[in-house]
């Protein structure tokens, strides 16, 4: 179950998935295999090292209008929506 929400939630926020485990563990106590819901972070490393894909961070917008790489790499605002390259 955790592999199947981390992989379909790819674009998602960590709190995205973690609500869904959160409530798949609350509303189903008793269900088979509720006990190997896995951490987001632990599902990571286990698609890790599984797979030998690992996770990659990338410099963008909040909103994901642009990455911060070249041509953009030493802007301090998003070229498209001007929400700021850093975290605040």
């Known amino acids: 179950h955790s592999v199947v929400c981390y992989l379909l939630l790819e674009h998602a926020l960590q709190k995205?998935?973690?609500g869904i485990m959160h409530s798949t563990c609350t509303n189903f106590?008793?269900?088979?295999?509720?006990?190997?819901?896995?951490?987001?972070?632990?599902?990571?490393?286990f698609i890790a090292k599984y797979t030998g894909v690992n996770?990659?961070?990338?410099?963008?917008?909040?909103?994901s209008c642009a990455m911060f790489t070249r041509p953009f790499e030493n802007l301090d605002s998003?070229?498209?929506c001007s929400k700021s390259h850093w975290d605040e």
């Open 16 to 18: 995205a998935y973690d």
């Open 29 to 45: 106590p008793a269900a088979e295999g509720i006990d190997e819901c896995l951490l987001f972070k632990a599902v990571e490393s």
């Open 55 to 63: 996770y990659v961070l990338h410099d963008m917008c909040p909103d």
């Open 78 to 80: 998003c070229p498209s």
